[in-house]
């Protein structure tokens, strides 16, 4: 595999000698900023691609593993399978977490990408159940437990790259690019799901086609370990490094928990309303479009494939007005706004036409960005440089495995429960309050360097 084209490192040069954390700024080369950007959120796409396809195509992996006579109990467990994998998340996070923390972000990347990939395309070869039975589901059960485990240090591990790279004053831009990478994976998964779905009979959907965008990951996944591959560690970790006086920075299990109790706390409110909104949007909404609505399916993904295109071009701009009127404003709007706005949005798209359905799943759209768009910066800069990597691995998959990728099952057996269609609507404004709360106690990072870490700047270019 050919090696990264050498950039200038970043340079450490003398600032104020009061403040232990201010005596050196961190000066990074922009070419090497905009690699480290890239690389970090092409590789989520990626990861996304995979994650996501898993959502899309629900309904007919319900058919093909979980025969039914009874389509709500098909689709309770294929999600049942989706929420397996969040399950070990936690525990995917105790171990790349620290592992990011003592050898560093880039080779962590690098390993999580391998096991998503290889998770995903064994998905695709797994035979049905009218071939092998209930090995079939425990099976696909497998390959999930595999893509939860590596997801465990995905995110934490991507955000933590790109906060650690960036410049203080551009922080909220530059991070925003790795949600637009996930969108850009969610894009390119409904996108080949909605193709497939109008191409293909629903008989070859459930015959072969379904494993078509499975099978893709195997590629997928090469491209994306190679721009990992070519990344250098960042001027955070290799400070710390210097400070231990060795390669492996030693951080207790005890340091990097008990030492962070209240943050933790912070970020798993955070994280709560920024996961609920986005998996009840982007994961679930296809699924209760087609399975409890009755609409087309291929409309159904069409819609939201139209307001996740809409979400990227929002995107860098709200990352960028982060970056001016804080993390906390931008954050706090979307929080108020899905308090008031769920129900009505929601009775837009029970109204069935697709107008309705696009005009209440756009503002949902628009109102997910507040989080998109700010919380790969914010979230990084809740811990100290020496634990942030574990730290907020811990509190971002416990938070995703109890509220994020359990949403879809939950509000699918509440609605099964209750009859209540309006369920969808009601989950979301409980996010929305305690992601409100999580935001009152939240301290404004904008332009602000990281805890632990030098002020960052970006080398002028002449």
Known sequence: MPSAPPLTPSVRTPDSPDSPDSRETTVVDPALVKRAVKAAALGNAMEWFDFGVYSYIAVTLGKVFFPSGNPTAQLLSTFGAFAAAFLVRPLGGLVFGPLGDRVGRQKVLAVTMIMMAAGTFAIGLIPSYASIGVGAPLLLLAARLVQ???????????STFIAEYAPDKRRGFLGSWLEFGTLAGYIAGAGLVTLMTALLSTEDLVSWGWRIPFLIAGPMGAIGLYLRLRLEETPAFAAEVEKAESSRPKVPLR???????????????????????DYMLLSYMPSYLTSELKYDETHGLLV????????????????????????????AAGCAGFLLLSVPALLLIRQGSLFAIALGMGALGLLLVCFTAAMPSALPALFPTRVRYGSLSVGFNVSVSLFGGTTPLV?????????????????????????????????ESAGRPLPGSAPAVERKTP
């Open 304 to 331: 939201v494939l139209a307001v996740m295109a809409l979400m990227m071009v929002v995107q860098p701009f709200a990352g960028a007005l982060s970056d001016r009127v804080g993390r906390r404003p931008v954050i």
């Open 255 to 277: 340091e990097m928990i008990a030492g962070q109790w209240r943050t933790l706390l912070l970020c798993v409110g955070l994280v709560l309303v920024f996961n609920v909104t």
């Open 148 to 158: 939860g485990f590596s997801t465990g240090g995905e995110y934490a591990g991507a």
């Open 411 to 443: 509000v699918t057996a509440l609605i099964g429960a209750t009859g209540n269609m309006m369920m969808p609507a009601y989950y979301m404004m409980a996010a929305a309050v305690i992601g409100g709360v999580a935001v009152w106690f939240m301290t």
